[in-house]
């Protein structure tokens, strides 16, 4: 089944579409970069930290994971499952887009999340630190939500894809430059340095804003008194069971990839004993392998459709994330650049899927719903994979027993309409 049209003015095109490479999106992939480069730092940073508020001995230092990291898997797990968890917040903040604007909520959401990453360098124990970093959290995602949402709704059909690929590019290039100064810079900052390095592309954001333009289609279709409301996707009988699909499929994604991506520098630095400097060469490897994904997902949505190309992606992602803690420093860079490709070649098929399923009113709301539920997997995925990596005494069988099942959740792209033909007015009611 498709998308149904509109009557009267949506079946006309939308006023003053841009390019992929117009000035407004590559201000959108700015902000995703800052964004990137803020949420990457508690990856890029986990081990320092650990060893800061912790009591490593060091690699070889014992069996348990506490003698090797400086603090045990649970309570790791549950710190970062609670940074996640305040992501949900990102839920009200990206739908309240719906309401004000794209514009306005999405330079507020940057500005304040950055200054809160730059507070948590001040953080005097673990969970003062996860307290600070939740508080920036939420901000940061629905950042990340709202700067694909402009890319596509700025954008027509033959470049939504890509407008959406570079602003993933642009996380890409922000989580690359916070582990490229951890390894160059990290001696000499320190983790509170490296996190304290937030205020620059704070600095940056009036540069920025100059740029980003409210969506034509928001501003067409946003009159002063218009309804908002949280439940709007979930109450439509078309687009709730559309909703509910992306949802699992966010949640099984997370569930994976959170707890991989989370945990690598602390598994290959502490547990396979790979230096800074490694780790930093395979996060700059992974930006020719993300790029790659990028253009091959791009490519894939707009010939062979969005679900195709999302469903291929997901199922990639969830076997390297198993491949990424087989116990071998060649599976872990080998799963980790897999897993960098496939979550890239994921990102443009279903964010454009996602925007073209749903009317303008109610497409901030789903990218609050999608990135809940992203949130959710994430926490459940990273509480689960800690508790498991303890009762394992490592990693490999925690990532098999969470990489398998989520393998299995792509199936949910089936019943979804194909809209790699469409336009976004083809959506409107």
Do not use: C
Not at 165 to 188: C, Q
């Amino acid at each position: 089944m498709e998308p149904e049209r509109a009557a009267g003015e949506g079946r006309a095109g939308p006023p003053e579409l841009a390019g992929w490479r117009d000035p407004g999106i590559l201000a959108a992939a700015g902000l995703s970069v800052a964004s990137g480069f803020a949420q990457f730092g508690v990856a890029a940073a986990l081990a320092d930290v650990a060893t800061t508020f912790g009591k490593a001995g060091g690699l070889g230092a014992g069996g348990s994971l506490i003698a090797q990291v400086g603090l045990s898997g649970t309570m790791i797990g549950l710190g970062l499952a609670t940074i996640r968890g305040a992501s949900l917040a990102a839920l009200p903040l990206a739908s309240l887009a719906d309401r004000l604007g794209r514009r306005r909520v999405l330079l507020g959401s940057a500005a304040l999340g950055l200054a809160l990453t730059a507070l948590a360098s001040t953080s005097p124990s673990f969970w003062w630190f996860v307290t600070l970093f939740a508080l920036a959290r939420p901000l940061l995602t629905a950042t990340n939500s709202l700067t694909a949402l402009v890319a596509a709704e700025e954008t027509a059909t033959g470049d939504r894809a890509r407008a959406v690929a570079l602003v993933a590019a642009g996380y890409g290039v922000g989580a690359g430059l916070i582990a490229v100064a951890r390894s160059t810079l990290g001696g000499t900052l320190g983790w509170r340095g490296l996190f304290l390095l937030a205020v620059l592309p704070l600095i940056a954001l009036p540069g920025l804003a100059r740029f980003l333009r409210e969506p034509a289609r928001f501003a067409r279709t946003a009159p002063g008194g218009r309804r908002w409301s949280l439940l709007d996707p979930l109450t439509a009988p078309v687009a709730r069971p559309r909703l509910l699909a992306l949802i699992g499929l966010a949640f099984a994604i997370a569930f994976v990839s959170g707890p991989a991506n989370t945990f690598l520098f602390l598994y290959t630095e502490r547990v396979l004993g790979l230096g800074p400097g490694a780790t930093a060469g395979m996060v700059l490897a992974a930006g020719p392998a993300g790029l790659l994904g990028l253009l091959a997902g791009r490519a894939a949505a707009d010939r062979l459709g969005r679900r195709p190309a999302g469903a291929a992606a997901h199922v990639l992602v969830a076997l390297a994330g198993a491949l990424t803690y087989s116990g071998t420093v060649a599976g872990a860079v080998g799963g980790y650049l897999a897993a960098v490709f496939g979550g890239s070649a994921y990102a443009p098929a279903v964010a454009a899927l996602a925007a073209e399923l749903f009317p303008t009113r109610m497409r901030g709301a789903v990218a609050g719903w999608v990135t809940a539920a992203g949130v959710l997997g994430a926490v459940a995925g990273l509480v689960v994979f800690g508790r498991l990596a303890d009762s394992f005494g490592g990693f490999g069988g925690a990532a098999v027993a969470v990489a398998v099942p989520v393998a299995l959740m792509a199936g949910l792209f089936l019943p979804l309409p194909e809209t790699s033909r469409l336009e976004l007015e083809d959506a409107e009611d």
